[in-house]
């Protein structure tokens, strides 16, 4: 008789037995190998305008039992470009995805082979024998026909559950392991947060006890269209969209596209962005719960204390900042910045972090765990490991760069015809939150004595915007006019060579760290913004 026809023989009370017999040493060799990783990835969730106010759930189990980064950012205000950069490592330019289609290397053939095979996941299971899963949002045209559909599993995922293009809560389709599976709009079985947790808790009751594993679980919440749960549609109904100095107000002295804006916004607009709001809130619960079954379930296995837990988001968001009705994009902190929580062996619970991270440090932080030499790699982020387990004399980044390629339409954009072409993401009232040339690169820096953010746009204006956040966090004076020249000069210089960095030479020192250089010479190289623009000849 074959093993499985042996077990299936067996009846109930033995098999329980034999997995009982099985529990002991599986406990042990648990105990002796290398720690799990889970990385919980949402779906432009802000932190600044009150993002994780409704996670009680997440900050009781992962911030207030770990570290909380308040100074998480990410290099491009748009998910795919930042979804390729937590897989790779690597800022935009040096990974080429650069907006959400496959004209800008999302998901395109070309990621898949060049990129896809170089991602921390794919490390994880090839040379450090991690088992690893996947279950959400990938990328936002993965899936796509053109780009082998949803039969194409990337390299590096033992378990894949992936969602076909972009967020939805309901009729979705998911990559099963390369197979098709359709899902409707019942609740009970298909609300796909609710999928997603379903499926993790799956595996946790199903994997190997003998390897260590990596899970990836990227939740639709709070992306679009913002349908919540039955049960948490009446939730947070005296909830506003928040008004900071920088609500529905003029964007004066900054691109043009942000003074395009009309000032003030219509009730209309601010009615749909506090309903958005709300929504964006109301999702967010079931990923609290997301949370929390997971886990409870690692503490039921045994195995949360031997489990790093990351929470983190790939882009912020913003609900009527300069008069902008609902979007990201733009290289505002409402945009780029992020929540990052982590707690796992050896981090003390309830800290905070000042330092300056990124999310192109999360792929060397994991393969820094698993064991891997990350000199062999070429990423352009930091492990963040040192900061986790508190190390003291942690030599650190001050700065990192931002940069983001604007979209518009050849022709002018159907709900606004008005305004001719290049613009994009328009609303009724014909304001528009993407543009051709609201294409833009930024040095964001952060020292003892600099709270500073630099960024040009690749215009004809070549426009250029410069805020202090000490003095200004809302980031409402553009103070690129007044400014000392010989700071301007630097940061222009630290953006030439941020803009042509890769690996260990986007880990230099910063424009006011002690051993920063700077030749005004090279202000006359051409490896400008201009020159470093994104284009087809960089795909």
């Not at 800022?91 to 650069?98: G, L, R, S």
């Not at 936002?140 to 559950?161: I, K, L, Q, R, T």
Request: hydrophobic share 35%.
């Amino acid at each position: 008789m074959s093993p499985a026809a042996l077990l299936r023989a067996l009846p109930l009370a033995a098999l329980l037995l034999l997995a009982l017999l099985l529990l002991g040493p599986a406990r042990a060799v648990r105990q002796a190998r290398r720690p799990n990783v889970v990385l919980i990835l949402t779906d432009d969730q802000d932190v600044c305008l009150g993002g994780m106010t409704p996670l009680k759930k997440t900050n009781a189990l992962i911030a207030q039992m770990g570290i909380t980064f308040v100074n998480a950012y990410v290099p491009s205000a748009l998910c795919c470009p930042s979804r390729a950069s937590i897989l790779t490592g690597k800022y935009p330019h040096n990974h080429h995805v650069v907006n959400n289609t496959l004209e800008g290397n999302c998901s395109s053939k070309l990621w898949q082979k060049i990129q896809e095979p170089y991602t921390f996941p794919a490390l994880l299971k090839a040379m450090c024998g991690y088992q690893t899963f996947f279950a959400g949002k990938y990328l936002n045209e993965y899936g796509a026909e053109d780009a082998g559909g949803v039969g194409h599993v990337p390299p590096g995922w033992s378990f894949w559950y992936a969602l076909e293009k972009n967020s939805k809560y309901y009729n979705y389709t998911l990559s099963v392991n390369g197979k098709a599976r359709r899902h409707g709009e019942n609740y009970s079985v298909d609300y796909l947060t609710d999928v997603l947790a379903n499926m993790s808790l799956d595996f946790l009751e199903y994997k190997s006890n003998f390897e260590p594993f990596f899970m990836m679980i990227a939740t639709p919440a709070p992306h679009s269209p913002w349908t919540p749960a039955p049960q948490y549609t009446k939730s947070f109904q005296n909830v506003s969209a928040p008004r900071n100095s920088n609500f529905n107000i003029h964007g004066k002295n900054k691109h043009w596209l942000i003074r395009q804006a009309k000032t003030p916004m219509s009730n209309s607009s601010i009615q749909f962005l506090d309903d958005a709001y709300r929504k964006r809130w109301q999702t967010l619960l079931s990923v609290d719960d997301l949370v929390e079954k997971l886990v409870k379930k690692l503490e039921v296995n045994g195995e949360l204390d031997n489990t790093y837990i990351f929470y983190t988001s790939d882009n912020g968001f913003h609900t009527g900042q300069f008069s902008l009705p609902i979007d990201k994009r733009q290289l505002y902190e409402f945009d780029i910045k992020v929540p990052l929580l982590v707690r796992g062996p050896g981090i003390k619970p309830n800290q905070t972090n000042k330092m300056l991270v990124a999310n192109i440090d999360l792929g060397p932080t994991i393969l820094d765990i698993a064991g891997y030499d990350l000199n062999k790699t070429q990423m352009d982020g930091m492990s963040l490991l040192p900061l986790l387990r508190g190390d003291k004399n942690v030599t650190w980044r001050s700065d990192f760069l931002v940069e983001y390629q604007g979209e518009g339409y050849n022709g002018s954009d159907p709900t606004c015809p008005g305004l001719g072409p290049g613009v994009t993401h328009c609303f009724p009232d014909c304001v528009c939150e993407d543009s051709y040339n609201n294409t833009y690169a930024c040095v964001r820096t952060l020292s003892a004595a600099w709270d500073l953010q630099y960024c040009e746009f690749d215009d004809r204006e070549v426009f250029v915007e410069v805020y202090n956040l000490t003095a200004d966090p809302h980031q409402i004076n553009n103070i690129a006019k007044t400014i000392d020249q010989e700071i301007l000069e630097k940061m222009n210089y630290r953006l030439m060579m941020l803009q042509s960095c890769s690996g260990a030479t986007c880990r230099t020192p910063g424009v006011f760290d002690p051993g920063y250089r700077f030749d005004p010479r090279l202000m006359f190289s051409n490896h400008g913004v201009r020159a470093r623009r994104f284009s087809a000849q960089f795909l």
